[in-house]
């Protein structure tokens, strides 16, 4: 493999630019990853690249110990990229984009060698294949990461509930309900009825854009599960809409205390502790 | 082996049910014997169970709470079921068990006062 490596060596700064031209006309885009900072990514991987067919013996995949730092150069350069927007193409072309120029220097350094020549495009084409892979799939999965993170966040901050009174809760449902969200919501709320000894809790839906019958179907469940712990839910927000929808699908609500606004059913919840709102001058 | 039960205690004319253990299905059926005969022997307006203390139900031991509420129910004496928690509340909903006509509070003290209420309308009928 010495001869790959005294090419990288000998023709870096040929192969850097030869390289970087590439990538500029295969659409990079300009001023997502700024030049000087692309030159030194491009120069730290043709070092780590001849480095590694330095060490490994000839004939070595991308996965041998060797490329272990190359790999790890590949895998921050493609988080970082995934991070800042890129599409998979663009990060995937810094690695492919390499090929064209150095088997063209490989060819050129061949000296005739035909064989030889054959066996390092092979070589090359191989290894550049699979760290293009690998690029992709890191790619990939910080993609994925975030959209992991994201959805756990989306999950906590959809969920809160809150005290209006002394023995009222109310839980503001906003968005659309899953059966994920909508369990974790009925723990949560179980929960806080527990902690703050609440006999009354208002599920508001206003912020429901629609409901249908395995939404209904989570609601009743909820409603069910609270009453057993001995507190009474009252769903308000229910709107023109929502109210033809759940009738539309025939999904019976008849058992729950259901108000238009959350102010009737805080109303409902002040009449069933037996407390009366009174105004002070009279 | 010992058969082990869940005591009934006796408050004025409340009997209070506190379920402590984690319930089998023979101490489960041992207590909706006992708590009959009690209620029928002891002349009992009103019943309360506590289960606050359980973390754990199948579909048969809910459906055995279920039935003694009502069997107490039918003998004349309201039942109460107090304290159930959020995570049993959730497997009985999800099993499906008939709980419809079972009465039930947060707690022991809102419980009494709900039987004190019942105990006070059924008076207030019967006089009527």
Redesign the interface.
């Given at each position: 493999m010495s001869r790959i490596t005294s090419i990288l060596r000998s023709h870096e700064e040929r192969l850097l630019q030869a390289w970087l031209r590439e990538q500029g006309a295969r659409g990079v885009r300009g001023g997502m990853v700024r030049d000087n900072e692309l030159r030194a990514q491009a120069q730290e991987m043709l070092h780590l690249l001849a480095d590694a067919l330095d060490k490994g013996t000839p004939g070595d995949r991308s996965d041998a110990a060797a490329y272990a730092p190359l790999r790890e150069l590949l895998a921050g350069l493609s988080r970082t990229r995934g991070s800042q927007g890129f599409s998979p193409t663009e990060t995937v072309r810094f690695v492919l984009s390499l090929k064209r120029p150095l088997l063209a220097l490989a060819a050129e350094e061949s000296g005739g060698d035909k064989a030889a020549l054959f066996d390092d495009v092979n070589h090359l084409n191989l290894l550049l294949d699979e760290l293009g892979i690998f690029t992709s799939e890191v790619h990939q999965k910080s993609r994925e990461e975030v959209i992991r993170r994201q959805q756990s966040e989306m999950l906590e901050l959809s969920t809160p509930v809150v005290k209006l009174w002394d023995g009222v809760l109310a839980l503001p449902l906003i968005g659309t309900l899953d059966s994920q969200r909508t369990s974790v919501v009925?723990?949560t709320l179980?929960?806080r009825?527990?902690e703050t000894?609440?006999?009354v809790a208002i599920i508001d839906i206003t912020g429901v854009p629609t409901v249908d019958t395995l939404v209904a179907q989570h609601l009743l469940?909820t409603v069910?599960?609270?009453?057993?712990?001995?507190?009474e839910c009252i769903v308000s927000g229910v709107r023109p809409q929502i109210a033809q929808t759940i009738v539309h699908l025939g999904v019976d609500l008849t058992n729950i205390v259901t108000k238009a606004t959350l102010a009737d059913a805080f109303a409902v919840a002040l009449r069933h502790l037996e407390l009366v709102v009174t105004k002070k001058s009279a | 082996m010992t058969l082990e039960r869940i005591p009934i205690l006796r408050m004025a004319r409340v009997l209070l049910v506190s379920i402590q253990i984690e319930m089998s299905d023979h101490v489960a059926l041992a207590l909706q014997d006992d708590l009959t005969a009690r209620i029928a022997g002891q002349g009992a307006v009103g019943v309360l169970i506590d289960i606050s203390a359980l973390t754990m139900v199948d579909s048969f031991i809910g459906r055995t709470i279920a039935n003694i509420a009502k069997m107490a129910s039918i003998m004349d004496a309201p039942t109460v079921?107090?304290?159930?928690?959020?995570a049993?509340?959730?497997t009985?909903?999800?099993l499906g068990v008939p709980?419809a006509g079972?009465r039930?509070?947060?707690?022991v003290d809102?419980?009494m006062k709900l039987l004190e209420n019942l105990c006070a309308e059924r008076e207030a009928s019967g006089n009527a």
């Open positions: 009925m723990e179980l929960q009825i527990v000894n609440s006999s469940k069910a599960a609270a009453r057993l712990m001995g507190a | 079921l107090v304290g159930m928690q959020p049993v509340a959730i009985v909903v999800e709980l079972v039930t509070a947060l707690d809102r419980g």
